[in-house]
Structure formats: C-alpha cells, structure tokens
C-alpha cells in the first residue's frame, strides 16, 4: 500500500477533518436513500415475496462490511473491480473475495468533480469522490483492483485510483470474435491470475479452480432461473430483481445463490397461484444502456414501476444487473489449461459491452437485445445513459434503427448522478409509458 | 357535451374548453408563483365568458409539466400526448408536431388518429426554447414581439453557437462589439435556435405535414428559420400556445365517450 505522503499523481490533498465532515454527511444520505427505496419497493408491491428480507439486509452494505471485515482479519484478501471482465474464479480459487466497487452514490460525484471535469462519466467522478472520503466499504477493504481497459472513463479511473491501491490493468481487445483477440486476452488472463497468486500467496490450483468454477455456475443457473421467471405475467417487479441480481457484486456467492434458488421456489409457486406483483396488462419494459448502481442512482427503475401510468420492468441489458451472470463458464475438460481458456472465452466473447466492435458492428449486443424483445415480449426500450457515456449514446443510434424494424418503441433518456432532474424525468417515462399503453388502448 | 382541458405550463396556465369537440372558449394568465391558484382563476373565467360553470364540465384533463398543480382534473394525458391530438385535429394530415413553449422544445410524431407514436424532447437546456429568445431580445434592447419582424429584414446570416442561454449570450455580445446590425443578430438567434430543435426532430424523422404550436410558433423569426433548416412548410395555428390545453380537452372527449 502506498503511504499517505507520497505524492499523489491525480488525488488532491483534503484535511481529514473535511473528509471525516463530508463522510458523515453523505453516509447519513446514503443510509437514509436505501431505506427509503426499499420502502418504495414495498409500497409498490405491497405482497412482496418474502424471500425478499434477505436482499434487503444484503443492499444496506453495513452487513456485508462486516463479514468481509471479520474475513480479512483472519488473513484472506479482498479484491475489487470495476468491470465485468475481471475473473471472479481466479479470485475465489485463491480464496479471496471478489466485491465490484463502482459508486452509485449521486452526492460523490460532486467531490470527484474537484479531480477531473464535468464531462467525465459520472460513475468515474462517484468513485474518485467515494475514494477521497473513504465512503465505500468494498473500496476500503480491497487489497488490490482489477481495471479492464473497457471505455476511456473505466481506464483512466484506474489510474486514478493507482493513487491508493495496485492496480492491475487487464488489456481488453474491441474486437472480440478473432483468434489474435483470444490469445491476447487468455494471456491477460493468466497474468492476472499470477497477480492474485503473489497477492494472496495462495497457488491456484486445478482443484480450487474446478471448485470456484462450479460455484459460479450454480449461481449462473439461480441468476437464468430469475430471470426466466420475469417472462410471462409479472411475478416479481423489476426493481426486486434488479436489486437481487446486484448485490451479486458483494454478497457471499454460495449464500446468494441459495438465497436467489430460494427465492425462484416462491417466484414459482406465485405464479402457479397466479399471484402477481402488479396487473398482468402492465405495460412490459426493458431499459438498456449505462450501468445504475445502487442505492442513489436507482432513479429510473423507481420512476418507471411507480409511473402513472405503471411500467413493468421485465428484463434489462446492464452490466449492473442482467450481463452480471447471464452466461455461465462452460468447461470441456477440468484441467488447468482447458479451465483458464474456458474462463477468458466466457469474459470476452459473452460480454454484451458497447466498447466492442466488429466489421458487422457491435452484433452481440444488438442480437442480444432483438432476442430479448421477441422472447420476453417487451413492449418497450428505454435507453437510459448518463452524461459522458460515449460508447452507450453512440449505439443508441443501431439500436433505435433495429428495434424500429421491429416497431418497438424506444426512448433515449439522458441522466446524470443527481436527484434534480427527477421531475423532468418523471415526464419523459410517464409520456412513453402513456404512448406505449395508448397502442393498446386510447 | 362539456369538455375542458388545462395546460399547466411553466411560465403559464391555459384552459380551452370545448363543446361537443368545438372551441368555445379559451383562457390564460401567469402562472406565477401559485399555479394553483391561476388556473382556477383562468377556468373559471373561460367558463363565465360562455354562461357555465364547473358543474356543466363533463370531464376536465389537465397536462403540461405542472399537471399534478390543477385545481380541478378528471384525467391527465402527457404534454406529448396533447400535442399529438391537438396537432392532428388542427392539421388532419400532421404526422410531426413541434412544440416549442417557454423553457422546452420537444418534437411528437404522430398517427391519423392523433396518436402519439414516438417522441424528442430537447436536452434540459432552454437554448432551443422560448426563454432564449426572451434573454436575447433583453440583450440586444428590442421587445419581444420584434424580434421576429426584425429578423426578417436581415440580409445574411451570421452564425452563433447557441448550445445554451448564457453561452448564447455571451456571442450576441461578440456579434454587437463587431457591429452586426439589429436584424442580423436576430436572425442568427432564430437560426440558432431552429438549428437545436431541428437537429432533434431529425432524430425522430421530419413526416409531413409539421405543424407548429406552442408559444414560439406566435414569432415570424423562428418560423422562418424552421421552414429553412427543416426544408419542409411548418404550419402553424391560430393560437398556437393553447394546443396543450385543446390536446387535453379532446382527450377528455374521447374518455368521456368511453365511459
């Protein structure tokens, strides 16, 4: 770990008074959000399942804190990411704790301002600003991070974040489907994988790894029995699956994966009742584009199911919530070999990640999407991307031009990480939801 | 039967209330700082201007970004909404409404039937809307309501790069300190302007007929500079501020018919 003296090549210097000040504060903000959207949650689904306690407790990170707190005492390392290219395997066979530490907190965001502009991506400016006052405890607890070089913003913060901890950045090729690709990223891989290795002191050795692999795949198929159960009539709100597949990022991956199993269990009996969460004519959405992190940048997906009129959100294409697990590691043969190269084809060519390219274009997302809309019967897209999102506003265009193919109406809805512009939003969903309810009925 | 509609604007209320789906009266005033309280005052009167009152209403829809403030409402329906109704009622063959109110521009394309199908609003910045050309006509010393008539005397364009009121106003001052003339810069302010609702209903696809509505549509400037940029006719209403509020009363029609 560097010292605190050392020059800083980005962080400024703030007195630990304004930082322990300005801690306090948004803290407070953040615990108060979280309730609060959970109170929501409840209200919009009053017979929410039961199963649902367990998330809950999970989405207020002082718990988790705590075990992963009580679990480096006793000598295991932590390791962060930003991207969904880091090998969670890799880290669980070394026996240490993945936790994804990208900042959905708005009111950081306003700190990361003093380090770079305001055209930055405000995901990036949330996380310098949490780092400057120690408000994530995912962060906090990381020994070392994982940075895949994905877009501009997620390359440059893990420089910036160099400030406090190592760093290893993994080299992503924009062209996924070539052998040249492959071979770059499988020798990433393996370097990474040495990284962990020395971190921990821990070898990774072919039994761990064929044992972490199959943790992640048993909790690969709870993720697909989830979302398998959002097609067809409602029985889970949007906001309560979007919150389950999240705190993927953090929780005990075993646990989780129990839980979700535990959950489905009574997803399925619902709906074999015919017990739905909202009424089964509600419109069916699905929203696309920038990451939303919670607890603060939850907006959307609140607005969208308390809208008048109501929208269902049915499936998603983000990286904070469906991509997290949708494709599972697929082994032919458990040695080391065959289950590292498993695992870098599984990060690379599954990922849905606007900062691909192709001759054809980025065609695994927007294939991805298309089967989505045909399979879960969506309704309607909306395309949400925060401010300095290049790579998400620049597709918007393909998409808009494919799904109008399909006639399927999609909206482009432009954010940042504040909560001003709530109403301003509330009037653009309302209007699309009243468009999309007007095709059925007007 | 009695329909009304009401069109919570953000700088002002307005009431149309329709008989048997034809205007007989319509309403407006500020609405200041108890939009509440304005609009009861507009209803009421629109109302007493042709012998009725609250009790002949069969059904009241409000709209505009304020819709949750009416006094009174059976129904809401969203600005977009009202804009695509009010657009087609008007206009039979209107496949694109733009409205251009005081603090928002948006674009509605929209079926025969005045069905909205899909739509734009501009990017919370008050460039492309009325409020600019309110600052601009502030900074060049002129009245609002010459600002169109002037701009039409300029003998060419000079370009701003209007992406947001301040900046835009810090460019008319670099206009004034070359000496452009008064028409010139009004010009370019309108030609500024339609650029950013333009580039925005291209997004959507320019469907003919557009029609026009909204306070802006009253300004001969933005008009002209709309036709140009959009190179298609831009019709535009005789009262084209109230379209909100008469999309909102026909949609009260239509949902009292259903019930």
Same mark, same amino acid.
């Given at each position: ?8 090549? !980005? ?94 907190? !708005? ?288 597709? !918007? ?46 | ?16 209330i329709l008989k048997d789906s034809e205007v007989i009266s319509r309403g ?147 206009l004034i300190h070359r000496q452009e003339s008064k028409p010139e810069i ?74």
């Amino acid at each position: 770990m560097k010292s605190q003296s050392e020059e800083k090549k !980005y962080m400024p210097v703030i007195s630990q008074k304004e930082i322990d000040e300005l801690r306090n504060v948004i803290k407070a903000t953040s615990q108060r959000i979280i309730a609060e959207n959970i109170e929501r949650m409840k209200k919009t689904d009053t017979n929410r399942p039961k199963a649902m306690q367990y998330f809950d407790e999970i989405a207020n990170f002082g718990t988790r804190e705590k075990e992963i707190r009580a679990a480096k005492e006793s000598g295991k390392k932590v390791i962060g990411y930003m991207c969904l290219f880091a090998p969670i395997e890799l880290i669980l066979a070394a026996d240490a704790i993945p936790v994804r530490v990208n900042s959905g907190w !708005y009111d950081t965001s306003k700190l990361g301002d003093r380090v770079v502009p305001v055209e930055v991506c405000p995901m990036v400016r949330s996380t310098i600003g949490a780092k400057m006052i120690g408000l994530s405890p995912y962060l906090e607890l990381s020994d070392a991070l994982i940075s895949a070089l994905t877009c501009d913003g997620m390359t440059k913060l893990g420089e910036i974040l160099s400030d406090y901890k190592p760093v290893w950045a993994m080299v992503l090729p924009r062209v996924k489907d070539s052998a040249r690709s492959l071979r770059l990223w499988n020798e990433e891989i393996k370097a990474v994988k040495r990284q962990i290795e020395a971190l921990t002191g821990n070898k990774i050795r072919q039994k761990q790894l064929k044992y972490a692999i199959e943790l992640t795949q048993k909790a690969t198929k709870a993720f697909r029995r989830l979302q398998e159960l959002r097609n067809g009539s409602p029985v889970i709100m949007g906001r309560d699956a979007m919150l389950v597949n999240q705190t993927y990022m953090w929780d005990d991956i075993q646990r989780w994966t129990e839980k979700t199993e535990a959950l489905c269990d009574e997803l399925e009996k619902r709906a074999r009742q015919k017990i739905w969460a909202c009424p089964p004519d509600t419109p069916r959405v699905m929203v696309t584009g920038t990451p939303m992190i919670w607890p603060d940048n939850w907006k959307l997906p609140t607005l969208i199911e308390e809208a008048n009129p109501q929208g269902v959100l049915v499936a998603d294409e983000l990286c904070s919530s469906e991509r997290l697990l949708y494709d599972p590691v697929g082994v032919d043969e458990w040695t080391m070999n065959d289950m590292l190269k498993a695992i870098g084809e599984r990060y690379l060519m599954a990922s849905t990640c606007s900062c691909f390219t192709s001759e054809d274009g980025n065609e695994d997302r927007i294939n991805w999407l298309l089967n989505k809309v045909k399979e879960w019967d969506i309704q309607g897209v909306i395309y949400y991307v925060v401010r300095g999102c290049m790579l998400y506003a620049i597709e !918007y265009t393909r998409v808009k031009k494919v799904l109008d193919r399909l006639n399927i109406p999609v909206y482009y809805l432009d954010t940042e990480y504040t909560r001003e512009d709530v109403g301003q939003m509330k009037t653009r969903v309302e209007a699309f939801l009243e468009m999309l309810t007007a095709r059925i009925d007007i | 039967m009695i329909t009304a509609g009401i069109d919570m604007g953000t700088q002002s209320v307005k009431a149309v209330i329709l008989k048997d789906s034809e205007v007989i009266s319509r309403g407006k005033s500020f609405s200041g700082f108890e939009p509440t309280k304005a609009a009861e005052q507009v209803v009421g009167e629109a109302l007493k201007k042709v012998n009725l009152s609250l009790s002949n209403v069969n059904h009241i829809t409000t709209t505009g970004s304020g819709m949750d403030m009416a006094p009174y409402f059976n129904s809401t329906i969203s600005m977009m909404g009202a804009d695509a109704k009010a657009g087609v009622y008007l206009f039979p063959k209107a496949r694109t409404v733009i409205d251009v109110g005081a603090e928002e521009a948006r674009a509605v394309k929209c079926d025969d039937n005045g069905i909205m199908i899909d739509f734009v609003v501009n990017e919370r910045c008050a460039a492309g809307a009325g409020a600019f050309i309110e600052a601009m006509a502030r900074a060049l010393e002129v009245k609002l309501e010459e600002m169109g008539p002037l701009s039409l005397k300029a003998e060419r364009a000079s370009p701003i790069n209007a992406t947001c009121v301040i900046f835009g106003e810090s460019d008319v001052v670099t206009l004034i300190h070359r000496q452009e003339s008064k028409p010139e810069i009004a010009r370019a302010i309108f030609d500024a302007m339609a650029e950013r609702v333009s580039s925005m209903v291209y997004r959507l696809g320019v469907n003919p007929d557009v029609v026009l509505v909204g306070g802006v549509a009253k300004d001969v400037g933005f008009v002209a500079s709309l036709k140009r940029k959009l190179g298609v006719d831009v019709l535009t209403p005789e009262f084209p501020e109230y379209a909100g509020a008469l999309g909102a009363a026909l949609i009260a029609v239509n949902r009292v018919k259903k019930m």
